[in-house]
């Protein structure tokens, strides 16, 4: 290297070094020292300036709470709710010391000591706002007495800081045992009761000073989570959420010596009383608002936001159809129900909903004979079996997937299946032989056919070959929730658990063209600080046109001339399909127009405390309650009505599948002996060895056709040429019939 570049490469170096030592200056130990301490001076200053400039206000509109009003959807008044509070304070003095503390080992266990605030909880709660969770975290028993009393529930920066503040001034102002009971007093405990005086009574039937340690500390543990940890109304989740909760409040007192160990291990869990519905819910109106409640906890409007008041909801409800729909339970079933002297009427439960399917809105709904007779919703509730009304999603599924038979065969209307009651299923792993109504084979039939008589060897033999995975997901995809869904054959007979508000949107799905719609019961719901959005009703596109279109061209068939002709008449088009579960425990009946899709239900619940399902056989003295008795009788009366005595729309079907099948080259005219007791699986499901015609109890082919009516097959002769021979479709809306679609003991 040269002189003059070693010069260079010096004065480089210069350069560098003093540029790096210009930057060490800036950021010294002692300029960073003095720019934090610089900053924890501005805030401390910001902070005591707030302090100075907030002071404790006056107690908020508690005593001045609006009523929340439910408008049907043309704005007409439905209920307000809410118009008083109800609470009635009570001095801590009267509230048993150990009940007392179960808020404390609840809420905050260094209440007694503390200063009022948890500053990593409030920072934890202001950092959930900035970041849009909204729900704060780790408050002291003060500041949330501060937020109940003084302030609002809103989940802002600025209520945060003026929680803060008047937290430490209402702590060094006020007693600990001022603030307890201000904090007890004031707390929302649901059920629409505030305050400790109303929860008692609301939950367990007494005064506060009657409590238990026990009742306590349940009340403590409610107050986390209101809707959800409501024993009565939880769900499995919450039940165990609110179980744990309310242990962890007891182990805490034993931690803080206000209670024995010994005391601790002998007290069980105190199950709350059944809810007494307030006034102005009487008859559906309480399952209504429930409804509408429900939906908006899911879109962020808790019980305490309500219970403020001051909102406005509107439903979806058409009053018209409404009315239509009560009117239609009370013709077609209550009236012909003897409540007070039949054990089984008594045990009678009805369940609808009605959707528009364009939109989902749900425009009709009932709960029950009155919500507050029965608090549960027979609309909304899961405990029941779908039963057969499972088996279009079967074949959605089939054609969906492009599923074939055993034989190779493409699934469609008129696909052939062997209809053999008590057929063993083949290909499955898991085996499966249902048995079919009375025990009654069919033989060789078409789809058409099977969903016509709802056959269930047809159908356990579909799911196999789709396979019950697909199944499942088809399912899932249309709205069926995921509740005791196992993936095995039986799934065909509906053996999960489903409501009608669930099964009203797959069905509205189907009749919708494949486009998801996802019930949903309110239009809007305003509020002077807040507005919220409805739920998007119609989604994507979850099946195939082509695959919807098919399972409404079957239908169609099972009105017009199977197990669901109860609700066939010349005044509209309809599509549906009848259900009854094991031991006639519900029947269903799920049907669709083009513009209404409604599912009813009944469902046989005892009438003893803690309910259990229990026969419906014999309702109204007539028998089996099956799904094309009562349930598509009322459906009928009520779609007539709500279509304003009918309606010229008609379902526009393209592409329907008429799949494929194997003909048998030869059937035998010599009747089965071991029909309906075989269990050998047969390789075809169109062998002529288990065809219908080798079965005495039912006609040959040609006086039973299984194919669609000319509606959806152009090439077939009309029912009125070869109807279907009597009997074959049990569900046929005749009340006292047997039902085509039980499921076989077992299943």
Request: with cysteine.
């Amino acid at each position: 290297m040269g002189r003059a570049d070693a010069r260079r490469a010096q004065r480089r170096g210069a350069r560098r070094a003093a540029k790096s030592g210009g930057i060490r200056r800036l950021f010294t130990w002692k300029k960073m020292l003095g720019a934090f301490f610089g900053l924890c001076l501005l805030i401390m200053g910001a902070f005591v300036a707030l302090y100075m400039y907030v002071d404790i206000p006056k107690a908020n509109a508690l005593a001045e709470r609006q009523s929340n009003v439910y408008q049907y959807s043309d704005g007409t008044l439905l209920t307000r709710t809410g118009n008083g509070v109800n609470r009635q304070i009570v001095d801590l003095a009267e509230v048993p010391l150990k009940v007392q503390h179960t808020f404390v080992a609840a809420e905050n266990k260094s209440f007694y000591d503390d200063k009022g605030v948890d500053l990593k909880g409030t920072a934890r709660g202001l950092l959930n706002t900035l970041s849009g969770k909204g729900k704060q975290g780790g408050s002291t028993i003060t500041q949330q007495y501060v937020k109940n009393y003084y302030l609002t529930q809103d989940p802002t920066i600025s209520r945060k800081l003026k929680e803060l503040v008047i937290s430490l001034k209402v702590d060094s102002k006020k007693s600990k045992e001022y603030i307890l009971a201000g904090y007890i007093n004031t707390a929302y405990y649901g059920r629409g009761a505030s305050g400790i005086q109303a929860a008692a009574q609301a939950y367990y039937g007494v005064d506060a000073k009657d409590l238990n340690v026990s009742q306590g500390a349940y009340l403590a543990s409610v107050l986390q989570a209101p809707s959800q940890y409501d024993w009565q109304s939880a769900t499995p989740t919450g039940k165990k959420l609110v179980k744990e909760r309310w242990g962890y409040t007891l182990d805490n007192m034993v931690e803080m010596h206000w209670l024995d160990k010994a005391e601790r291990d002998k007290l069980t869990f105190p199950t709350p009383h059944k809810p007494k519905p307030a006034k102005g819910m009487e008859g559906q109106t309480g399952y209504l608002v429930e409804a509408a409640n429900k939906e908006l906890e899911k879109q962020g409007v808790t019980a305490e936001m309500r219970q403020a008041g001051g909102w406005t909801i509107r439903l979806n409800i058409d009053k018209k159809r409404q009315k239509e729909l009560e009117a239609s339970v009370d013709r077609q079933l209550e009236s012909k129900l003897d409540r007070k002297d039949n054990k089984v009427d008594a045990t009678v439960q009805a369940g609808a909903t009605s959707v528009n399917p364009k939109t989902g809105a749900v425009v009709a709904m009932y709960g029950g004979v009155d919500y507050i007779k029965h608090y549960i919703s027979n609309a909304t509730r899961q405990d029941y079996q779908p039963a057969s009304t499972f088996k279009p999603l079967v074949l959605a599924s089939a054609l969906e997937n492009e599923a074939k038979t055993q034989d190779g065969d493409l699934i469609g209307v008129n696909t052939r299946y062997d209809g053999t009651s008590k057929r063993p299923v083949v290909g499955s792993s898991t085996p499966f032989a249902p048995e079919n109504e009375d025990n009654q084979s069919y033989g060789s039939v078409t789809v058409q056919k099977a969903m016509n008589a709802s056959i269930n060897s047809v159908f356990a033999q579909m799911v196999v070959d789709v396979g019950p995975p697909a199944v499942k997901k088809t399912a899932l995809a249309l709205g069926v929730p995921d509740k005791n869904f196992p993936e095995r054959p039986a799934i065909t007979l509906g053996t999960m658990n489903a409501s009608t508000w669930d099964m009203a949107g797959a069905y509205a799905t189907l009749d919708n063209h494949g486009k998801k719609v996802t019930p949903f019961i309110v239009k809007s719901a305003e509020h002077r600080e807040r507005t919220v959005e409805p739920t998007k009703g119609v989604g994507s596109q979850v099946i195939s046109r082509k695959s919807a279109d098919t399972v409404t061209s079957v239908l169609t068939g099972v009105v017009d001339s199977g197990s669901g002709k109860a609700a066939n008449t010349s005044a509209y088009e309809a599509a549906g399909k009848t259900g009854t579960s094991e031991n006639n425990k519900s029947a269903w009946f799920a049907a669709y127009t083009p513009e209404l899709t409604t599912v009813v239900a009944l469902f046989g619940e005892s009438p003893k405390d803690g309910g259990g399902q229990v026969s419906l056989t014999g309702t109204a003295n007539s028998g089996r309650a099956n799904g094309g008795g009562f349930p598509a009788q009322i459906w009928a009366d009520y779609t007539l009505g709500a279509l304003n005595g009918g309606s010229s729309a008609q379902f526009d079907l393209e592409d329907v599948e008429r799949g494929q099948s194997t003909v048998p080259s030869s059937p035998s005219t010599t009747p089965s002996q071991t029909a309906s007791t075989d269990t050998t699986p047969s390789k075809s499901p169109d062998a002529p060895s288990k065809s219908a015609s080798h079965s005495p109890d039912v006609p040959p082919p040609s006086q039973s056709p299984d194919v669609p009516p000319p509606s959806q097959s152009p090439d077939v002769p009309p029912p009125s040429q070869s109807p279907d021979p009597p009997g074959t479709g049990p569900d046929s809306g005749r009340p006292g019939q047997n039902s085509a679609d039980r499921n076989p003991p077992g299943q």
